[in-house]
Structures are given as structure tokens and as C-alpha cells.
T-cell receptor, first 114, second 113 residues
């Protein structure tokens, strides 16, 4: 497919469990972003990758959140010891390098922590 | 800290009407501004991207304007259709961060037949 893909589309987990969310960016896009959309909170930035490095992790809400990107392509967002407040839609976006380019978003992963 | 505000929060119009969605931002030092559409339970679809040096962009029935100095953008939708019903989000890319989009909370649009 030509767009950003994310998996799973939905994830229900018990409080305290770890989860991994996956993002496949558009081929050739070197920049990758994770955002979170919580009910009533709007969209908030989490982390940005340029290639495999993450120059800005400032948006990660706590040290339970981590992300990596391998081969300049697929990225995984990991949440350890999930809490109910982690319930949200996690959106991934990718773009060509540089600020002039549009960010293209995937369909998101809806995470529910029970 | 950049604050992005969208007015109105919700809007209902009959089919065929022209309408304007508003977006304002507090820090005018931006690279660009992007308008998105989000359908229920779906991701974001990019509609228009306006670079900081541009005044407007057009795509079909959509026209977006940017007044950077006053911190405002508008999205004009001509001849609205029920299929336009969705949430419209405005996002700005700050010059001092250069990658993290700052989003408004969106305008929920309902176009009734």
C-alpha cells in the first residue's frame, strides 16, 4: 500500500501489562512521528525520528514510554506497565525530510487499558 | 508555547451552503500550517498545506488562507455536501521545533441533506 500503516488497529490490555504498537511509514519517508489523541485532549506530539535516531523525545509522557526505529523504516512504540490514562488513539505519521513537507498520518491504534 | 484554537467547536449546516472554519495561533513564527480532516474512528487525511510564505492554497471546493502576522487561518468549503461531515483539524509547525505539529481541538462539521 502507498500509505502509512499501523498495527494493531485496536488493542485492549489489562492495567500493568506491556504493549507494542507498530508503524510502517510511506516508503522513502525518512521522518517519522508519533502522536497521541486522547478524548477531550486533542492531538499531542510524542516523539520524532529522523532516520533511526530520535532527536526529540520530549513529548513522551513518562519513562514507561519508549520508541525505536530500525532500518530507517518500521517504528515500534512500547508502553510498559500500562495505566488507564494511557488509553488513547496512537497515531503515526511520516514525511520527507525537512519542514516544507506534509505529514501523512496512519489510521491509528486505539489502545484501551482496563 | 504555541496555542492553536479552532472556532466554532461544532457546526451544522444544510447541504449546499458555503462555510468558513477558523483557526488561530499565538506564535507567528511558523514554518507552515496544515488542515486535516478526520472521520469518526479514522486517522487524519491531509487537505491543504500552506507554507509560511504563502497566503492561500486551493484544492477543489476547499480554500485555505493564512495571515501569519495576525495568527489566523481560515478553511473555506464551497457548496457543502453531506460527505463533508467530519472533524476538521488545524495544525501549525513552529519554526523553533520544526517537526512537531501543534494541533487545535478541531471543528466538528455536520452537513445535513
Amino acid at each position: 500500500g502507498a500509505g502509512v500503516s499501523q498495527s494493531p488497529s485496536n488493542k485492549v490490555t489489562e492495567k500493568g501489562k506491556d504493549v507494542e504498537l507498530r508503524c510502517d511509514p510511506i516508503s522513502g519517508h525518512t521522518a517519522l512521528y508519533w502522536y497521541r489523541q486522547s478524548l477531550g485532549q486533542g492531538l499531542e506530539f510524542l516523539i520524532y525520528f529522523q532516520g533511526n535516531s530520535a532527536p526529540d523525545k520530549s513529548g513522551l509522557p513518562s519513562d514507561r514510554f519508549s520508541a525505536e526505529r530500525t532500518g530507517g523504516s518500521v517504528s515500534t512504540l512500547t508502553i510498559q506497565r500500562t495505566q488507564q490514562e494511557d488509553s488513547a488513539v496512537y497515531l503515526c505519521a511520516s514525511s520527507l525530510a525537512g519542514q516544507l513537507y506534509e505529514q501523512y498520518f496512519g489510521p491509528g491504534t486505539r489502545l484501551t487499558v482496563t | 508555547k504555541q496555542e492553536v484554537t479552532q472556532i466554532p467547536a461544532a457546526l451544522s449546516v444544510p447541504e449546499g451552503e458555503n462555510l468558513v472554519l477558523n483557526c488561530s495561533f499565538t506564535d507567528s513564527a511558523i514554518y507552515n500550517l496544515q488542515w486535516f480532516r478526520q472521520d469518526p474512528g479514522k486517522g487524519l487525511t491531509s487537505l491543504l498545506l500552506i507554507q509560511s510564505s504563502q497566503r492561500e492554497q486551493t484544492s477543489g471546493r476547499l480554500n485555505a488562507s493564512l495571515d501569519k502576522s495576525s495568527g489566523r487561518s481560515t478553511l473555506y468549503i464551497a457548496a457543502s455536501q453531506p460527505g463533508d461531515s467530519a472533524t476538521y483539524l488545524c495544525a501549525v509547525l513552529n519554526s523553533n521545533s520544526g517537526y512537531a505539529l501543534n494541533f487545535g481541538k478541531g471543528t466538528s462539521l455536520l452537513v445535513t441533506p
